[in-house]
């Protein structure tokens, strides 16, 4: 069972990641990734959403004939959409309203539809549930990573905004790395997140090359050195 | 196949029951939270312009729609008008400058009885982010030098950008944003100052309505001169 996840895990941060791999959800990705904060924002509201929806799909999949599966699917996913987006237009204003178009948007969010019919309409639903916290953490990690590279190269600070998602604590959270006169528009510009997102996926891909070879050059190195040193 | 049909009709019709059970109950939950969300972003908004110890009555329950497109831009814009034991003493008026670089910029203007500026916040805009953006209070202190400001004739040559031979600063890069948010509020301050009384006598008619505007971002369409 631990393998199932950790394969699961694996999968949903890595392999399979939804955002790097499987190119899902992309305009939300795209348009919310100016700072981290909104980029976590969204990422936590869209995991709230995948677990909500994996476990909700995976309940019903035996009463659910095949034939209309997808538009019973769909009906779920656009429930926890709405019920997410009232809680945080009444519990985060701010955020809310910072985020604005994009938390409806989550219902077309490919990668919820894609793990309801690819994963969780055939399993049962505790693992379901894992695949929606890893494939939502996978997607959130790729969303803050790219927010927070644009957030550097545009503006030069680090979670400025967080008040608006974690309360007024949070207002020191702000880091200003350094400070410019022409801050790098490009970066806060979609072409920017185009270019970051770009850059994201190829260094998966360098990591990933990199690994492979090294599997592949493991038993000759062997063979050849008497001490390897293994870097990982 | 019939028989089919009713069943697989029944089943979505009862997931479409469910669902939308789910989604009225938690709408009635968070209704008040929501509203209450929306009426302290306004009530802090109003309270940063015009501060709490210059009026003993609710501002925001104080509110008068006014029709003055030419001068507030848009054909409707609430006015919240702030009184000490029912003196008139200063207003906030909702504005809109339809000249910005990239659409509408809707902002906040409060004046005192004289016609000085009290202060001047942005509620919603599209400029660039980066350039245009630093008419929002917390990226730049620029909105700041309304503060204390008045219009002397309507035409004051005094309210323009330094380029244009007035005085407020432009952002480097960006000259058309503070050029739409200067006219704006020059207007608004002008009109505010020949119509003070009747701002004041005009019935209250808009309680509580959010200030800006819809989250969604649905725009409204600027009115058209």
């Known amino acids: 069972m631990s393998t199932e996840y950790q394969t699961l895990a694996n999968d949903g941060l890595w392999e399979n990641n939804p955002a790097l791999v499987q190119l899902l959800g992309l305009c939300p990705l795209l348009a919310v990734t100016g700072t981290v904060t909104n980029a976590l924002g969204l990422g936590i509201a869209t995991m709230l959403v995948l677990v909500g929806s994996n476990i909700t799909v995976s309940l019903v999949r035996n009463w659910v004939p095949n034939e209309i599966r997808i538009p019973v699917f769909v009906i779920v996913i656009a429930t926890f959409v709405t019920l997410v987006e009232l809680t945080m237009n009444a519990f985060t204003y701010g955020l809310f309203m910072a985020l604005g178009i994009f938390i409806p948007l989550i219902v077309t969010n490919c990668a919820i539809i894609g793990r309801a019919e690819a994963y969780a309409s055939k399993n049962n639903w505790y693992n379901s549930a894992f695949d929606g916290l890893m494939m939502g953490l996978g997607f959130t990690l790729v969303l803050v990573a790219l927010g927070a590279l644009r957030e550097i190269l545009g503006q030069g600070t680090l979670f400025a905004?967080?008040?608006?998602?974690?309360?007024?604590?949070?207002?020191?959270?702000?880091?200003?790395?350094?400070?410019?006169?022409?801050?790098?528009?490009l970066a806060i510009l979609p072409p920017g997140a185009f270019l970051g997102m770009g850059f994201l996926i190829a260094g998966k891909n360098w990591i990933d090359g990199r690994r492979k070879a090294k599997l592949a050059k493991a038993p000759i190195e062997k063979a050849q050195r008497a001490r390897v040193t293994t870097v990982n | 196949m019939l028989k089919s049909m009713r069943k697989n009709g029944l089943i979505l019709g009862g997931f479409a029951v469910v669902a939308t059970a789910l989604v009225v109950t938690t709408q009635v939950l968070t209704a008040d939270r929501i509203a209450e969300q929306q009426r302290n972003e306004l009530m802090r908004t109003l309270n940063e312009l015009i501060p709490p110890a210059l009026h003993d009555n609710d501002l925001y329950r104080d509110c008068a729609l006014i029709q003055a497109p030419e001068a507030l831009g848009l054909a409707e814009q609430p006015v919240y008008r702030s009184r000490l034991a029912s003196e008139p003493n200063a207003l906030a008026i909702r504005t809109t400058a339809p000249d910005g670089y990239s659409g509408a910029i809707h902002l906040l203007v409060a004046v005192n009885l004289q016609g000085q500026i009290k202060g001047v916040r942005v509620l919603q805009h599209r400029e660039t982010p980066g350039l245009g953006d630093k008419i929002e209070v917390q990226r730049d202190d620029w909105i700041l030098s309304f503060n204390g400001e008045r219009v002397r004739t309507e035409n004051d040559a005094r309210w323009r950008v330094r380029r244009d031979g007035g005085m407020f600063d432009q952002f480097t890069g960006a000259t058309i944003t503070p050029r739409a948010v200067i006219a704006a509020v020059q207007r608004t301050a002008w009109y505010a100052q020949n119509n003070m009384d009747s701002l004041f006598a005009a019935p209250a008619n808009c309680i509580g309505e959010p200030l800006a505007n819809d989250p969604l971002?649905?725009?409204?369409?600027?009115?058209?001169?």
């Open chain 1, 161 to 185: 905004g967080a008040e608006l998602l974690l309360g007024e604590w949070a207002r020191d959270l702000k880091i200003q790395l350094f400070s410019f006169d022409y801050p790098l528009l």
């Open chain 2, 217 to 225: 971002g649905r725009e409204e369409q600027p009115y058209e001169y």
